[in-house]
């Protein structure tokens, strides 16, 4: 049902608008946030572990932690055991919107979920993360070159 996936898509763009609009006046745009949010989320990540947290390429998580770290929104650390290696955390002024970006998030959610009681929520989820799993395999073996039979 290919609705289903287009309905996701729209969510999505709209979601995504939406924080372009909102966050706009924080120099956020064009997804930003998320990365932010995941470092503050997971202080010391890498960039790899970043791009695979959120499902973009090395080179585009590499773009948006360049900015993040030119707005002061986040610092790069080098690791001792391995030089080539940079850990990512949130600087003061990171952790200073996160709590902004976290109601954000919060209040979409309960935008998005109105109509459902928790049973509901619970099994949206659940759904959603096995149609994401499943998704997530197949994209992981095209990125290494796997043709796909239609």
Request: with cysteine; charged share 35%.
């Amino acid at each position: 049902m290919k609705e289903i996936l287009r309905e996701i898509g729209m969510i999505s763009r709209c979601l995504a608008t939406i924080s372009d609009i909102e966050f706009k006046d924080i120099q956020l745009g064009k997804n930003q946030y998320l990365y932010l949010v995941r470092v503050y989320e997971n202080p010391g990540i890498i960039q790899e572990k970043l791009s695979q947290l959120l499902k973009v390429d090395r080179t585009t998580t590499a773009k948006a932690v360049k900015k993040l770290i030119e707005q002061g929104y986040l610092e790069k650390v080098q690791t001792q055991d391995n030089k080539k290696e940079f850990k990512l955390f949130c600087t003061q002024k990171g952790k200073d919107i996160y709590s902004f970006l976290e109601k954000e998030e919060n209040h979409s959610s309960k935008i998005s979920l109105v109509d459902f009681n928790k049973e509901e929520e619970k099994e949206l989820l659940k759904k959603l993360h096995s149609m994401r799993i499943r998704i997530e395999n197949e994209w992981q073996e095209i990125k290494k070159g796997k043709k796909r039979d239609y």
